[in-house]
C-alpha cells in the first residue's frame, strides 16, 4: 500500500539572527490512509512544525514530503493552499469559529473556495454537522453552545470538503476531562465509521489512547512509533 503521508529525511532549519536552529533534524516517516496516529512530544521537541509540514503550512528546508503520491514539499504557497482546501481538515484547541455566524454558516467556510455548488453548500454542511452529533443546532450561534459543542462545530467545518486527512492539534485543550472524552470518541466513531485518516497531536497519554499508533517527537527527531490497541469510540478513558 502506497503511503498517504511520506516523509523523508525532513529537517526544518530556522534562522535566528546568525543562529540556526533545527526544529525538525531528519524526521521520515509513513502513515497509510485510514490510520488514526497520535503524535506527542514535549515542548519544542517537533511536533507542531511536522505538523505544520504534513499541513502543507510550511515547506521543509530538506527532504521530501509527498501525500497521496504528490510531492508537495516543492510546491508555491498558492499550490499548498489548494490541497490544504481540497484534501485536509484542521481542528485545533481554539476553535476558530465566527462569533457573529450561525454553526452551519460556520461550516460553510471552507466551501466558498471550493468548486462545490452553492445550490448544494448548505446539504454539505448539514450532513458534516450530523456526522458531528450537532442535529438541530445548526442555527446556534458559538455563544450559545457548549464548548464541546462549538468544538464539534470545528470538526463540522473541517469534514465538509471531504478531506483525505484530518490534522487535530491540541483538540480537546479547552475543554473538561467529561467533554474530552466525547470528542475522542467522535474522532474515533469518524475514524471507525467512515475510515477518515487522522493525525493528532496531544500531550495527554490518556487522549493519545484512542488513536491506533503513538509516535514520539524528541529534539526534532522521532525516537519511537508504537502500535497499540485503541480506546474503542464507544468507550470512554478510564
Known amino acids: 500500500m502506497d503511503a498517504l503521508i511520506a516523509i523523508r529525511d525532513v529537517w526544518k532549519i530556522y534562522t535566528l539572527g546568525e543562529v540556526e536552529i533545527s526544529a525538525l533534524r531528519g524526521a521520515s516517516l509513513d502513515i497509510n490512509a485510514g490510520e488514526f496516529v497520535a503524535v506527542m512530544g514535549a515542548s519544542g521537541s517537533g511536533k507542531s512544525t511536522f505538523m505544520n509540514l504534513i499541513g502543507c503550512l510550511d515547506r521543509p528546508t530538506r527532504g521530501t514530503y509527498r501525500l497521496a503520491g504528490v510531492d508537495v514539499s516543492t510546491l508555491s504557497a498558492d499550490q499548498r493552499a489548494s490541497i490544504r482546501n481540497r484534501q485536509i481538515g484542521f481542528v485545533f484547541q481554539s476553535f ?112 493519545a489512547r484512542y488513536a491506533e499508533r503513538i509516535v514520539l517527537f524528541r529534539d526534532g527527531q522521532i525516537v519511537s512509533d508504537v502500535r497499540q490497541t485503541a480506546v474503542p469510540a464507544e468507550s470512554p478513558a478510564a
Open 96 to 207: 476558530n469559529l465566527l462569533n457573529r455566524t450561525t454553526a452551519i454558516e460556520n461550516v460553510e467556510l471552507p466551501l466558498f473556495y471550493s468548486d462545490v455548488r452553492l445550490s448544494d453548500q448548505r446539504q454539505r454542511a448539514r450532513d458534516a454537522l450530523a456526522a458531528a452529533a450537532l442535529s438541530g443546532r445548526e442555527h446556534h450561534l458559538p455563544s450559545q453552545l457548549s464548548g464541546g459543542e462549538q468544538q464539534r462545530v470545528a470538526i463540522a467545518r473541517a469534514l465538509v470538503n471531504h478531506p483525505s486527512l484530518l490534522l487535530a492539534d491540541e483538540p480537546t485543550g479547552n475543554l473538561d476531562t467529561h467533554t474530552s472524552v466525547e470528542i475522542m470518541a467522535l474522532f474515533a466513531r469518524l475514524h471507525r465509521e467512515q475510515g477518515l485518516t487522522i493525525v493528532l497531536v496531544t500531550h495527554e497519554p490518556d487522549i
